[in-house]
């Protein structure tokens, strides 16, 4: 078994780049995880801004107002100078300003209301609108209240108080559907590390013994062509099946009650299939690069391009019909397609449905074994 030792010799000294991408999947993983989760969980709350209020009016109705206001925004006092406040406003101390005149009152019981008061906010910004709504409609409010025979006193507080009412807001799902499983983000995003891992393990040690020199002294071994082929072989299911555990020992670990339900079986058996195109992609790439560090890039090359074009790492109802189009000519657009169907299932009587998922994911297995096989009958015809 010397092949099969030196395999994993060549292996061993690359532990330290195949380590970081472990952890850094298991990392991000992790943090996207929580991320999703605490989003389904965000409610609804106003937003509450700094207002600097001036209050001049000698009647009721402008005490009225700032009390309403200070249930819904901080109050803050406004700087007499022209220059304090352009700068407490610049530094966004304050959001709004608001002005009530002297005859504020006054006017709204003639039924005066617009262009009375006076209100200053940062240019292009939304803080006016928000502001200038609550004042609108309280006053609207207080006008109906005014306009049925009650007292201005009355009707401000009658009109606050119908202003406390909120409604209940409900976020819905994406197709209603309900919120996804910590473990559905864990598989997601399997297909790129499983890329990395491959081609930058597999590919070079693959691309070591495919080096001229040493190729030619094993072709003078006592060992045959087809025994230290077979060691090369044994070499990357051994690898392959390492990664793929290490993966699913950390899924147990990060979501194990996920990994206990149909869909978590299902999963791993759909990341099994994808680790076999992985490993043939590895093949594929390893006919082409010359070193480690084109070996590298490629890598990178084939996991981003996977990933993005097959909606692992973009959602592909964001990616437009021309676009999902072209992601079913990449295999992890079918792995992804099969993450999402498996979410759905209630028993193992539906997993018949993945079938032609799985059967694409092996299509494009045998198709990048057999184009890597062609290239590598080319270089070997032509040296």
Same mark, same amino acid.
């Given at each position: 078994?010397?092949?099969?030792? #030196?395999?994993?010799?060549?292996?061993?000294?690359?532990?330290?780049?195949?380590?970081?991408?472990?952890?850094?999947?298991?990392?991000?993983?992790?943090? +996207?995880?929580?991320?999703?989760?605490?989003?389904?969980?965000?409610?609804?709350? /106003?937003?509450?801004?700094?207002?600097?209020?001036?209050?001049?009016?000698?009647?009721?109705?402008?005490?009225?107002?700032?009390?309403?206001?200070?249930?819904?925004?901080?109050?803050?006092?406004?700087?007499? /100078?022209?220059?304090?406040?352009?700068? #407490?406003?610049?530094?966004?101390?304050?959001?709004?300003?608001?002005?009530?005149?002297?005859?504020?009152?006054?006017?709204?019981?003639?039924?005066?209301?617009?262009?009375?008061?006076?209100?200053?906010?940062?240019?292009?910004?939304?803080?006016?609108?928000?502001?200038?709504?609550?004042?609108?409609?309280?006053?609207?409010?207080?006008?109906?209240?005014?306009? &049925?025979?009650?007292?201005?006193?009355?009707?401000?507080?009658?009109?606050?108080?119908?202003?406390?009412?909120?409604?209940?807001?409900?976020?819905?799902?994406?197709?209603?559907?309900?919120?996804?499983?910590?473990?559905?983000?864990?598989?997601?995003?399997?297909?790129?590390?499983?890329?990395?891992?491959?081609?930058?393990?597999?590919?070079?040690?693959?691309?070591?013994?495919? /080096?001229?020199?040493?190729? &030619?002294?094993?072709?003078?071994?006592?060992?045959?062509?087809?025994?230290?082929?077979?060691? =090369?072989?044994?070499?990357?299911?051994?690898?392959?099946?390492?990664?793929?555990?290490?993966?699913?020992?950390?899924?147990?670990?990060?979501?194990?009650?996920?990994?206990?339900?149909?869909? *978590?079986?299902?999963? #791993?058996?759909?990341?099994?299939?994808?680790?076999?195109?992985?490993?043939?992609?590895?093949?594929?790439? &390893?006919?082409?690069?010359?070193? $480690?560090?084109?070996?590298? =890039?490629?890598?990178?090359?084939?996991?981003? $391009?996977?990933?993005?074009?097959? *909606?692992?790492?973009?959602?592909? /109802?964001?990616?437009?019909?021309?676009?999902?189009?072209?992601?079913?000519?990449?295999?992890?657009?079918?792995?992804?397609?099969?993450?999402?169907?498996?979410?759905?299932? +209630?028993?193992?009587?539906?997993?018949?449905?993945?079938?032609?998922?799985?059967?694409?994911?092996?299509?494009?297995?045998?198709?990048?074994?057999?184009?890597?096989?062609?290239?590598?009958?080319?270089?070997?015809?032509?040296?």
């Amino acid at each position: 078994m010397q092949v099969f030792k #030196a395999f994993f010799k060549i292996l061993y000294r690359n532990k330290t780049s195949l380590i970081m991408y472990t952890v850094i999947y298991l990392v991000i993983t992790v943090i +996207t995880m929580h991320t999703m989760q605490e989003e389904g969980e965000i409610g609804f709350s /106003e937003v509450s801004l700094d207002v600097g209020v001036e209050n001049q009016d000698e009647g009721n109705l402008g005490n009225a107002l700032v009390e309403y206001l200070e249930n819904c925004h901080q109050i803050q006092k406004v700087p007499k /100078e022209k220059e304090d406040l352009q700068d #407490a406003m610049y530094y966004e101390e304050v959001d709004y300003v608001l002005v009530i005149p002297k005859n504020f009152t006054e006017k709204f019981e003639l039924g005066e209301t617009e262009g009375v008061l006076e209100g200053t906010t940062v240019p292009r910004s939304s803080s006016a609108y928000l502001v200038e709504n609550k004042i609108e409609s309280f006053l609207n409010i207080a006008a109906m209240y005014r306009s &049925a025979g009650f007292e201005t006193e009355e009707a401000a507080q009658k009109a606050a108080s119908d202003m406390e009412e909120s409604g209940n807001v409900e976020f819905l799902g994406k197709d209603g559907s309900q919120q996804l499983p910590g473990g559905f983000y864990f598989f997601q995003y399997l297909p790129y590390v499983f890329v990395v891992m491959m081609i930058l393990g597999l590919g070079v040690a693959m691309k070591e013994f495919q /080096e001229k020199n040493l190729a &030619a002294r094993n072709k003078c071994s006592a060992m045959s062509f087809f025994k230290q082929n077979g060691q =090369i072989f044994l070499g990357c299911m051994v690898y392959m099946m390492m990664v793929y555990l290490v993966f699913m020992v950390m899924a147990c670990g990060s979501v194990g009650d996920y990994m206990m339900s149909l869909q *978590g079986v299902l999963s #791993a058996a759909n990341a099994l299939i994808f680790m076999f195109c992985s490993l043939s992609v590895a093949w594929f790439a &390893a006919q082409f690069a010359y070193n $480690a560090a084109i070996l590298s =890039i490629m890598s990178n090359v084939f996991g981003l $391009a996977f990933s993005f074009l097959g *909606g692992v790492f973009v959602s592909l /109802e964001l990616m437009g019909e021309r676009g999902q189009q072209m992601a079913k000519f990449v295999p992890s657009y079918w792995y992804v397609m099969a993450n999402r169907e498996i979410q759905k299932m +209630t028993s193992f009587s539906e997993a018949k449905e993945l079938f032609p998922f799985f059967l694409m994911v092996l299509v494009f297995t045998l198709a990048f074994f057999s184009l890597g096989l062609l290239v590598n009958r080319m270089r070997v015809k032509s040296r």
